[in-house]
């Protein structure tokens, strides 16, 4: 079934668990996320950034999420990623998308609660969940989000307890120490800032730059407050370097390589689900 965010959110953050949030641009992402979600039995945020609106308009997408959603036991929220453009966000609204982020972590902290707060009031009227941005990301190799000049700008925590208070944010990503993309060192990860925005703020927090981050440092971030992960970049080199060794002997046709492709997609999502479920 295709739902916002805000149940599967909560009860992810209360059971010290997070939903994986999966970037998807063609039908082959798509339906390897869902597979793995209905393999794995959880329920998944299926993430639509703008600029892969060059593959696809946003009405397409709604048509085939909503086609591919109903059929599957499990929730299923789709989600538009990072957007600092009012307008796209009205219309993904307007599309059908059960969630939305505005990311306006690059204005001043007033102009950012400003438009987050008609974001929300805009989404909420309309059943869609929102996700907000304070911080940002440094860009690490290979990043499909942000610009190659993006620096670290950890999250203020008492800034971020205002911030919620005056946007009624159903969720809120923060920036500790996970880059966009792949690592180009060895991760800093700032669980004590994580700790201290989750001590005053108790609304469930998003982690960017899933890929590559060590498997303990999710898991503590997961038992301090992270109720949603986002991953994009694995997913796309893992299917790219197995499509390569795919074709490096013989020329499927074009059907089995898109077929190839949603098991190598399912692959690493599952990986990561199972990070997600926070057994210890
Ligand atoms: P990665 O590409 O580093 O996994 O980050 C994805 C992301 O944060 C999407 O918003």
């Known amino acids: 079934m295709l739902t ?16 994986g949030s999966f970037n998807f641009y063609n039908y082959e992402t798509l339906k390897g996320i869902l597979q793995a979600a209905e393999e794995k039995e959880t329920p998944v945020i299926v993430s639509f950034g703008k600029k892969y ?4 308009t946003l009405d397409e997408v709604r048509a085939i ?19 600092n453009n009012l307008d796209i966000i009205y219309q993904a609204i307007r599309s059908g998308f059960t969630s939305v982020m505005y990311d306006g972590s690059a204005l001043p902290f007033e102009e950012n609660v400003a438009n987050t707060k008609r974001v929300c009031e805009v989404a909420h009227a ?7 941005e304070l911080g940002s990301l440094a860009a690490g190799e290979a990043s499909h989000e942000g610009s190659a000049d993006d620096v670290e700008v950890y999250t203020n925590p008492d800034a971020a307890k205002e911030f919620a208070a005056k946007t009624g944010v159903d969720a809120l990503a923060v920036s500790i120490g996970t880059v966009h993309g792949l690592y180009k060192g060895t991760p800093n990860i700032r669980v004590d800032i994580l700790k201290s925005i989750n001590e ?3 609304i469930p927090l998003v982690l960017h730059g899933g890929s590559g981050t060590p498997e303990e440092k ?3 971030c997961i038992s301090n407050g992270i109720a949603k992960i986002n991953v994009n970049t694995e997913i796309s080199d893992y299917t790219v370097q197995h499509t390569k060794a795919l074709l490096a002997n013989e020329t499927p046709h074009l059907s089995v390589v898109a077929l190839k492709q949603m098991q190598y997609v399912s692959e690493v999502v599952e990986k990561y689900m199972d990070i997600f479920a926070n057994k210890q």
């Open 218 to 220: 999710v898991k503590e």
């Open 4 to 19: 916002n965010f805000n149940a599967m959110l909560q009860t992810a953050y209360q059971q010290k668990k997070a939903i």
């Open 53 to 56: 609106l060059a593959n696809m």
């Open 200 to 202: 005053t703020l108790h």
């Open 126 to 132: 309309n059943g869609v969940s929102v996700e907000a």
């Open 65 to 83: 999420v909503a086609a591919a959603a109903r059929t599957r036991k499990i929730d299923v929220c789709l989600h538009l990623d990072h957007c």
